[in-house]
Each structure stands twice: as C-alpha cells, then as structure tokens.
C-alpha cells in the first residue's frame, strides 16, 4: 500500500485545514487508518483513528471536539479535518494504514504502511 498525504500549508490559529490520504496499490477496505503528527524535538503521537468500515472513530484528547477523521473507501482516502487550529498543532502529519478488521491502533507501532507527511503550520 502507498499512501500520500496532501493538504497541509499554513493558517492562522482559529483556522482550518483539511488532510486527505490517498491510498494506490491495494484497496483500503480491510484496514484501519489513522492520523499521527510529529513536532519537530518530539516523539510521533496519535492525532485520530478510524475502523476499516468507517464506524467507529477515535483521537486523542488534545483534538477532540475540533478534528474529524472519515474514509470514503470508495476513493481509497481518508481525511482529517482540522478546525480551530492552534500554535501546538504545528506538526508534520502522517497517514497510516493498519492491516486490521478486528482493532483500531493508536501507537506507531500498530500501523504496517506510513505516507510521507504533510507539514502544517499554525501561525498565532
């Protein structure tokens, strides 16, 4: 599975961006998806997670109420909206594909495929 991420850029705080991933090589129907961001001198952490059938989601406290993970796994993509962004958002996001029907990950570990990265930028 290749994945790319695209959507990063820079915006204000109070903004809002929208990632998406778009998966070739393999259908991402069987896989759980997630969203992980790495700041630059800290370890990658969990962003948000979605089963591979698009029903349960889950994130990490720092974003919930203003992130949104969805799949259409007709177009093999997953998306992140993020809105009200802050400073402490500003990361390089990634996307990741876990090869799973049964569990949801949220550590690195869990994931088998990564895409590249995105920065995002948060100015105050």
């Known amino acids: 599975v290749q994945l790319q991420a695209c959507g990063g850029g820079l915006v204000q705080a109070g903004g809002s961006l929208r990632l998406s991933c778009a998966a070739s090589?393999?259908?991402?129907?069987?896989?759980?998806m997630g969203w992980f961001r790495q700041a630059p001198g800290k370890e990658r952490e969990f962003v948000a997670a979605?089963?591979?059938?698009?029903?349960?989601?889950y994130y990490a406290d720092s974003v919930k109420g203003r992130f949104t993970i969805s799949r259409d796994n007709a177009k093999n993509t997953v998306y992140l909206q993020m809105n009200s962004l802050t400073p402490e958002d500003t990361a390089v996001y990634y996307c990741?594909?876990?090869?799973?029907?049964?569990?949801?990950?949220?550590?690195?570990?869990?994931?088998?495929?990564w895409g590249q990265g995105t920065q995002v930028t948060v100015s105050s």
């Open positions: 990741a594909a876990q090869y799973s029907i049964a569990t949801t990950g949220t550590r690195p570990y869990e994931y088998h495929y």
């Open positions: 090589g393999r259908t991402l129907s069987r896989y759980a």
């Open positions: 979605i089963r591979w059938s698009g029903g349960s989601t």
